[in-house]
């Protein structure tokens, strides 16, 4: 497994090491001591996964007081995965990343605590699976605008599919400051 650094301290690009012959191929997707040895010592409880048609962008979604670190991955299909740094207080606050994440390139992302999150499916059809490190707490969720225009993420998609919530999310500078993570140093 490879580390590739982003332009966001803590959000990593994963590669694993894929083994290919006539059959097929084989990667470890999640391996405690390898991740560690990486920086990500991150114990996971909770795994998610979705499945979604070309167009819509699930986001940018976070949990307040409860953050949640992910390690996400396309089992099929592609999406544009976006990490967006809105703890307050942070130097890196409301900046983004985005990258393509697919069942080809096989790539995962790892976007620490803190972090809104969002994805864009930009094939037929996506299977999305991630992992977070403390369990989901309905009245903890948060969300911001998509198409926030501070934060200026270039999804490439100007009417793309939302859940009904997520058409209602504010924008960044609309959230009170005790609806942010709290900025805590990596």
């Known amino acids: 497994m490879q580390r590739i650094e982003t332009s966001l301290p803590g959000v990593y690009l994963l590669e694993p090491q894929v083994f290919t012959d006539s059959r097929g191929f084989f990667f470890e997707s999640y391996h405690a001591k390898k991740f560690a040895q990486l920086g990500i010592t991150t114990a996971f409880v909770q795994d998610n996964r979705s499945q979604s048609i070309q167009g819509t962008l699930r986001g940018l979604h976070y949990q307040i007081h409860h953050p949640q670190a992910k390690l996400c991955t396309v089992l099929r299909g592609e999406v544009y995965d976006v990490a967006v740094d809105i703890r307050k207080g942070s130097p890196h606050f409301g ?29 037929q059809t996506a299977e999305f ?58």
């Open 129 to 186: 699976m991630y992992k977070c490190d403390d369990f989901y707490h309905p009245g903890d969720e948060g969300g911001i605008a998509w198409d926030d225009p501070a934060l200026g993420i270039s999804w490439n998609c100007a009417a793309p599919i939302l859940s009904s919530k997520d058409q209602q999310n504010p924008l960044l500078a609309d959230l009170e400051a005790h609806r942010l993570p709290q900025y805590e140093a990596l």
């Open 95 to 123: 900046e983004w990343v985005g990258v393509v994440l697919s069942e080809q390139n096989k790539r995962q992302i790892f976007i620490p605590k803190g972090f809104a999150h969002g994805f864009l499916v930009l094939s």
